[in-house]
Nanobody, 121 residues
Framework: QVQLVESGGGLVQAGGSLRLSCAAS????????MGWYRQAPGKQRELVAV???????NYADSVKGRFTISRDNAKNTVYLQMNSLKPEDTAVYIC???????????????WGQGTQVTVSS
């Protein structure tokens, strides 16, 4: 019932920046958590960042200080500002929505199609 529409992926050189956006529509309940996972070749999907409707955030250690997640509750849209990108950030970035940050971290929710982020050296 939930549709997640992503944009902003692309190719960038190391040290550059990208901004990802994800708009949710459909059956969306209050108190939801939105954010991003990523999956690189040969690796399992991992949490990148999550934000609740109340503004609480959590980041993977590997992106802390470089990435910033934010959301517009009225638009049900989440953003991921990615600065100082590294080649190891290369992955498919997947938008996700869950009823709580706890469910989000366990992978219980809705998922977007993903958008490719490639960081060249």
């Amino acid at each position: 019932q939930v549709q997640l529409v992503e944009s902003g992926g692309g190719l960038v050189q190391a040290g550059g920046s990208l901004r990802l956006s994800c708009a949710a529509s459909g059956s969306i309940f209050s108190g939801n958590a939105m954010g991003w996972y990523r999956q690189a070749p040969g690796k399992q999907r991992e949490l990148v960042a999550v934000i609740t409707s109340g503004g609480s955030t959590n980041y993977a250690d590997s992106v802390k200080g470089r990435f910033t997640i934010s959301r517009d509750n009225a638009k049900n849209t989440v953003y991921l500002q990615m600065n100082s990108l590294k080649p190891e950030d290369t992955a498919v970035y997947i938008c996700a929505l869950a009823g709580s940050d706890y469910d989000f971290k366990r992978g219980f929710g809705s998922w977007g199609q993903g958008t490719q982020v490639t960081v060249s050296s």
